[in-house]
């Protein structure tokens, strides 16, 4: 069994910038693929960002790219999520995720394994 540990969250001014950390443990495997997920009350999960295996497989929303950057630390089994010029419209309940397999994939339903959940608040 894996478990994800997200944190990082808070509340922040509209153009700031939160950095987002998940940590895996437990039965780790590779290769892997990490992703982020956001969540509002009441509405579906929605795809963020995704890492795969390669440094070079990445996956945006369009509505975070060139604002949020996903990265990852095999060696610590970490995942990050920068998040710059933050909007009220980034306030949500953020979820890392993590998959085996080295691609990134933005459907939700692949992803085996949830972090419990960070808050993030953009005030305007």
């Known amino acids: 069994q894996v478990q994800l540990v997200d944190s990082g969250g808070g509340l922040v001014q509209a153009g700031g910038s939160l950095r987002l950390s998940c940590a895996a443990s437990g039965r780790t495997f590779s290769p892997y693929s990490m992703a982020w997920f956001r969540q509002l009350p009441g509405k579906e999960r929605q795809f963020v960002a995704a890492?795969?295996?390669?440094?070079?497989?990445?996956l945006y929303l369009n509505a975070v790219k060139g604002r949020f950057t996903i990265s990852r630390d095999k060696a610590k089994n970490t995942v990050f999520l920068q998040m710059n010029s933050l909007q009220p419209e980034d306030t949500a309940v953020y979820y890392c995720?993590?998959?085996?397999?080295?691609?990134?994939?933005?459907?939700?339903?692949?992803?085996?394994?949830w972090g419990q959940g960070t808050q993030v608040t953009v005030s305007s």
């Open positions: 890492a795969g295996w390669s440094p070079d497989n990445t």
């Open positions: 995720a993590a998959r085996a397999g080295g691609s990134a994939v933005y459907t939700a339903s692949l992803y085996d394994y």
